[in-house]
């Protein structure tokens, strides 16, 4: 099995983008201004909820709703982590990724492909799934760089929990970029997925076998194991048991 995530924050769909040094330099330079907040805050997580609802409302995600609010259970699981990028202080995107263990296999890609997850589940690997990925359309086309840019959290929880899978729940016009940049596979056709009205595929990537050839191609997803820590490591009760489910990476200066 090999990797991810519903998208609908529209990734730069040229195949030199990701390769070009000047593109790599620019979305380095814009990761200078942004700062990634996991959000417990419920006043930040309803700016989010919203910020999501306009892009899956765009894209024909979902189906219109009074509240203008798109949320869900799994925002709540134990084994969630839910992140919003804020560019000089204003929310640009968010993404949600879920810990996906034998003994936490809480996740909507688990949901709707059980049958294709539940074998790695049993082999004791460690999945993570990244969901809800957005951006601000508005601050999309100032920067192209931004979907990348919200979207390295996932791929550094790859690294931070140890993870043998990345997810990617994608419609097939994602694919591609999927299979370009982080050498994902197709798992499953397209099914139901939970909370939306279209369907999407399953895709996998094995991260320890591919990290190292993304960090070439994509320089800007190389971290620290300082920066992995200080997004991902919780004092929370909630996070305890999830978090010891994963094998973490420490010590590793620049790994994921």
């Not at 969630?80 to 809480?106: C, Q």
Request: some cysteine; hydrophobic content about 35%.
């Amino acid at each position: 099995m090999s990797t991810q995530s519903p998208i609908f924050a529209r990734p730069h769909a040229s195949d030199g983008a990701a390769s070009d040094p000047s593109f790599s330099e620019s979305v380095s330079q814009l990761l200078d201004r942004i700062d990634y907040r996991f959000v417990d805050d419920n006043e930040e997580r309803e700016a989010i909820f919203r910020l999501r609802y306009q892009a899956y409302l765009r894209e024909g995600g979902i189906l219109p709703n009074e509240s203008c609010s798109f949320s869900d259970s799994y925002d709540r699981e134990s084994n969630a982590f839910l992140f919003g990028v804020y560019l000089e202080d204003e929310l640009a995107g968010s993404v949600r990724i879920h810990l996906v263990t034998k003994g936490h296999p809480d996740c909507p890609s688990f949901e709707a492909f059980a049958d294709v997850l539940q074998p790695e589940l049993d082999a004791d690997k460690t999945i993570i799934d990244t969901t809800r990925f957005v951006t601000d359309e508005n601050l999309s086309r100032l920067h192209r760089g931004l979907p990348y840019a919200v979207l390295r959290v996932s791929w550094l929880a790859g690294g931070y929990f140890g993870a043998d899978y990345c997810l990617a729940a994608v419609r097939a016009e994602h694919q591609a970029f999927y299979r370009r940049n982080f050498q994902h596979r197709l798992l499953c056709e397209p099914r139901a997925y939970p909370g939306l009205a279209r369907p999407l595929s399953l895709m996998s990537t094995h991260y320890p076998s591919v990290a190292e050839k993304v960090h070439r191609r994509l320089p800007f997803y190389r971290s620290t194991a300082f920066e992995r820590r200080m997004l991902f490591e919780r004092p929370q009760p909630r996070f305890a048991q999830a978090r010891s489910t994963g094998r973490l990476l420490e010590g590793a200066k620049s790994v994921a």
